[in-house]
């Protein structure tokens, strides 16, 4: 069965770095990409930052030059690296293995996805 868990969000001020973290089992990576989303209320799921099976990275431009995905192999986890955060990052963030990197807003699903509980993220200005 495949799983996965998200962790390590929290509050922090602008401009300051979090690292969130996403177990996952039941499959190898190169069998699905994944895909950091992300929701802040009352607005639509957005890819934010995907890894595909062979390895390549993409992100939305929100978060370019900003958030890094990162793969440990031998622990099964895959990385999100936050830095210079503004408060418009402040979100419910999810890791999902998903059919198809998508980086953008307005995520909206496909059956095939398989999605970890979110951990919140909160960024004062």
């Keep these: 069965e495949v799983q996965l868990q998200a962790s390590g969000g929290g509050s922090v001020q602008a401009g300051e770095s979090l690292r969130l973290s996403c177990a996952v089992s039941g499959f190898t990576f190169d069998e699905y990409n994944i895909e950091w989303f992300r929701q802040a209320p009352g607005k639509e799921r957005e890819g934010a930052a995907c890894l595909n099976g062979l390895g390549n990275t993409y992100y939305s431009d929100s978060v370019k030059g900003r958030f890094t995905v990162s793969l440990d192999n031998v622990k099964n ?32 699903g496909t059956p095939l996805d398989v999605w970890g509980q979110g951990t919140l993220v909160t960024v004062s200005s």
């Design 77 to 108: 986890m895959v990385y999100l690296q936050m830095n210079s955060l503004k408060p418009e990052d402040t979100a419910v963030y999810y890791c999902a293995a998903v059919p198809l990197c998508y980086t953008g807003s307005n995520y909206q």
